[in-house]
């Protein structure tokens, strides 16, 4: 076999499924996966190029099912507040000063130098100027599902909700030549957005087939003031409103009830957990371990750093693991192999890209990751998954691919330039600091 590129790791993790191979070989050609080769038939692989990775984990690009990327330049500016006083009389003030094309490009850019030095391959974002995100993904190499934004108020982005809907279908259409960037629908929240924009998303997302994502129930006060002012709780609305489907995404989900993770399971819907923005705003416990015995497929996302304060997908891992095994009060609850399958193929899952990405498999898409292991943290090695995600810190991700493309290497992200990205935020953080 004639390949171009053949990485050879100590440990392959293929996810699908949740095994380690030892001393496997992997090939690519042409951005995708043409063979995982055991030990015996590696010599029977010629390639132009050999990486070999002896103290190595090969693994999928970790999803980050959900951001606010631009939001990095946010980071830190309202911590230790609860999420009303947080979102309304911090950020929604701040972005109603900065949000615009070039704060998003910048926010954009510094959040996707940060992903890919911490192994993450794909992000789906919720946010303004969804074009600008898109055109910087797209040069960045970095796998990207760029959502519609939906509100009903104005803002710098759109003036009404009919406006941010021509706005987003006209970032659809831009995208089409974007070989790394697909799109979702992505209204706000149920308390954001009234029934009629709602069903239109639901007849869009339909007849164009795609995704739609959603901050719902993400405390018990929101649920509770739903439930108040029109008797119904906030998912009783999205299903009477029938966007309750496979491709729905809700996303936090920390106060649901029996009848409702039954729902999610009925309806095929996805949970995009968030583990430690949900602890750092107090918000609640999304019950992972009942949906997953359900059958509802979960993905883990950073939300967005102003409110975690990291886009770090192995941290993320360990906090849902291990705010799992509280919530639930069972050591066994959303085990380690459960955490990194949901920070992979579970977010390719629930963004459609299941068929390209989430798992190393013959025939998908070159995304993968290498985690060096030979660190006092996470040697010796006993258990490779374990090790992944109770040890393991994204500063050990050395070279990660996109589509066969090697976007960083040896922890030089080759695609960004980080000298000018972090001076550009540095100049944002001054002009937020000016008075009003």
Known sequence: MQVHTLVTPRWLVPIQPMTVLEGHGLALDQGRITAIAPPDALADIEAVEHIDLPDHVLMPGLVNAHTHAAMSLMRGIADDL????????HIWPTEGRFASESFVRDGTRLAMLEMLLGGTTCFAD????????????????IRAVVGMILIDFPTAWAKD???????????????????????????????????????RVRTLSDELDRPVQMHVHETAFEVEEAFRATGQRPLQRLDALGLLKPGFMGV???ALNDDEITLCAQR??????????????????CRVDDLLAQGVNIALGTDGAASNNDLDMFGEMRSAAMLAKLTHQRATAFSAEQALRAATLGGARALALDE??????PGKSADMIAVSLRQP????????????????GREQVTDVWVAGQRVVEHRNVRTLDAEQIMNRAAHWAQRMQEPA
């Open 82 to 89: 609860p999420l009303l006083e947080w979102l309304e009389q």
């Open 126 to 141: 919720m946010y303004f100027f969804p074009d600008g995100i898109a055109q910087a993904a797209d040069a960045a190499g």
């Open 161 to 199: 909700a009919s406006e941010y809907l021509s706005k987003g279908l006209a970032v659809q259409d831009a995208t089409r030549d974007m070989p790394l960037v697909t799109t979702m629908f992505a209204p706000h929240a149920p308390y954001t957005v009234s029934d009629a924009p709602l069903e």
């Open 252 to 254: 936090h989900m920390t």
């Open 268 to 285: 095929g819907v996805s949970v995009v957990h968030c583990p430690e923005s949900n602890m750092k705003l107090a918000s609640g416990q």
């Open 356 to 361: 390209t990405i989430g798992s190393l498999e």
């Open 377 to 392: 943290n996470t040697w010796p090695v006993h258990h490779v998954v374990s090790q992944l995600v109770y040890a393991c």
